[in-house]
């Protein structure tokens, strides 16, 4: 009999610990994401008064009109969203996996040296950006190593042919270790018999990798292909402490975009519309990482 | 048969070696060039030679030179804020993440499904609306205010949770009937096997917001409230001239903090991400 009670209290008690369990992330979620998400929506919808900025007035989707008809900046700021992110997600996931192949092979230390460049991901990316930019001036040291070699010196961050292809360079260094780590476990998954069957049939490491490793590899490719490209679309930072957007707007990011928006030009509406397709995007790339993260239980 | 996988051993580590030279040469660069007076750092790029990398004269001065400025109380700042958000945020995914593991209740897998898409939305794209909600609530220049930016980690609740559905779930049923409560069992049970995500998850939270930019920008007007990140900006843009030698000696304070928890526990990172099912 008591034992009976026992399994019933803790049956009734299980729902309810749960619940209260939840309540901070929940509030968290609630009033971190949901809900100034909800107001960008609300404010993106408004027009506020130059003059007194109380004063709103309901203007429909006349703001997103704006952005894609008239607004001179917020198109390119998207442009060079996409294409440094495409070009840098591609770069890292390209370099983490052939690093990934080099430190799951036998040698002395090699989990310290993996751990060497696993390390720029935990400093400030305000850091990185200072010493980067500082190493790229014009008489910075990566133009004296480059001078060494006999190539001239290069504008870097001054040019806007070069900008972009800088903050990708930074933003590289900083993510391409990290990712690594991830597809190192995916390597350390697949099992050893399948590649040494491969080599029995007489398949060279080539043979081996294209068709045994990078197969099996799909979901953590997948995952940090899709992980990056979220990590990567807010960039901010190189553009607000090395290049304030330029030069000639080549480094506008959209984060950086949304930024001056709200608080150089001071249009709230203005910005909270661009914010609104931002978390469009956002969401639906998550939503397909959860996916991913899923697919497998 | 035994000499040529030496061979490739030995060609493998030197491989090893290179990349990670190759990567820390910037840090090497930093270190190095906060330990040296400010005259010197560009002075020896043109030809370039190892004097470039290796000071002529070792120094202290920009290093105590720099705490002597507001920079110190900024890197307090961080450090504080980056405490409380680890704290926080670290007791709010272990609740949840063994909350939607452990527990069944109606919504669970609706609710976990919503935390970890939610705050894998990153914390910048609500930064600003958020900042003037905050403002209105008086949080600005608040370090519970700096701290919100990085307390929601999907990544957080997702790792624990995983650890927390590979425990057999006899050993919390044996608690129950032993009549712990699911308090009881979560602390003495669940927790003392999960040190390793638990770490895990508290260095993503650590890292996070040690380096949050943005907001700490929209929040914190007040010069006294500033992060270390953004006082290391204000070094380099504010003032005219640069002092190199102290914008070198601030990055490398603000690099030691993560870096060197890193260093100490990546293994446990590592792990813990092998582990989750992320990748296999």
């Known amino acids: 009999m008591r034992d009976r009670f026992a399994i019933f209290g803790a049956k009734s008690q299980e729902w309810l610990v749960g619940l209260l369990l939840i309540v901070p992330a929940f509030l968290a979620l609630l009033f971190l994401r949901v809900i100034p998400a909800g107001i960008a929506v609300w404010e993106s919808l408004h027009q506020r008064s130059f003059f007194n900025p109380d004063e709103k007035m309901f203007v429909g989707l006349d703001n997103f009109v704006f952005l894609f008809t008239t607004s001179p900046t917020f198109l390119k700021s998207m442009l060079v969203t996409l294409v440094f992110v495409t070009v840098t997600v591609a770069v890292q996931t390209v370099v983490a996996l052939m690093l990934a192949l080099l430190f799951t092979q036998r040698g002395w230390g090699m989990s310290f040296w993996r751990t060497l460049v696993f390390l720029p991901i935990t400093i400030p990316v305000a850091v990185s950006a200072v010493v980067w930019g500082t190493a790229m001036r014009g008489d910075g040291i990566i133009n004296a190593a480059l001078e060494r070699i006999g190539i001239p010196a290069q504008p870097f961050l001054a040019s806007s042919d070069q900008a972009l292809w800088s903050v990708v360079i930074i933003a590289s260094w900083i993510g391409v270790g990290y990712w690594m780590v991830f597809l190192i476990a995916g390597l350390r998954d697949i099992p050893d018999d399948v590649k040494d069957a491969a080599a029995l049939d007489g398949a060279g490491p080539l043979r081996t990798f294209f068709s045994i490793t990078l197969p099996l590899l799909k979901r953590p490719l997948a995952f940090v292909v899709v992980a990056n490209t979220v990590a990567n679309f807010l960039q901010f930072v190189p553009a607000a402490i090395l290049t304030q957007g330029g030069p000639e707007n080549s480094t506008r990011f959209v984060m950086y975009e949304i930024y001056t928006q709200a608080y150089v030009q001071g249009d709230v509406s203005l910005a909270d519309a661009q914010i609104v397709l931002v978390l469009i995007v956002l969401l639906a790339i998550v939503a397909l990482q959860f996916r991913l993260l899923r697919s497998k239980e | ?280």
């Open chain 2, 1 to 280: 048969m035994g000499a040529i996988p030496r061979f490739a051993t030995v060609l493998f580590t030197i491989a090893g070696i290179c990349v990670a030279l190759l990567f820390m040469l910037p840090v090497i660069w930093m270190l190095t060039s906060s330990l040296r007076p400010n005259a010197e750092i560009f002075a020896h790029f043109s030809p370039l030679t190892w004097q470039s990398i290796v000071p002529e004269t070792w120094t202290l001065s920009n290093i105590v030179g720099l705490l002597g400025t507001g920079f110190g109380r900024s890197l307090l700042n961080s450090l504080i804020v980056t405490v409380i958000t680890t704290t926080l945020g670290l007791v709010m995914a272990i609740m949840a993440g063994f909350a939607v593991s452990v527990l069944t209740f109606p919504g669970r897998n609706v609710l976990f499904a919503f935390f970890v898409v939610g705050f894998s939305v990153p914390f910048d794209a609500v930064a600003v609306p958020l900042s003037a909600q905050v403002r209105e609530v008086g949080l600005t220049n608040s370090f519970f205010g700096l701290a919100l930016a990085g307390l929601g980690n999907g990544f957080a609740i997702y790792l624990l949770r995983q650890f927390f559905l590979g425990i057999p779930r006899s050993l919390a049923e044996a608690a129950r009937l032993d009549g712990a409560s699911w308090l009881r069992v979560l602390w003495s049970v669940y927790l003392p096997l999960a040190k390793g995500p638990i770490i895990a998850a508290g260095l993503t939270l650590f890292v996070f917001q040690w380096q949050a930019y943005l907001w700490p920008l929209l929040v914190a007007t007040d010069p006294k409230m500033q992060v270390g990140p953004v006082a290391l900006a204000g070094l380099v843009s504010l003032s005219g001239v640069i002092d190199f030698s102290q914008m070198f000696a601030g990055a490398l304070f603000l690099s030691i903090v993560p870096a060197g928890l890193m260093l100490w526990l990546q293994r446990y990172f590592v792990s813990s991400v092998s582990r989750s099912g992320m990748t296999g």
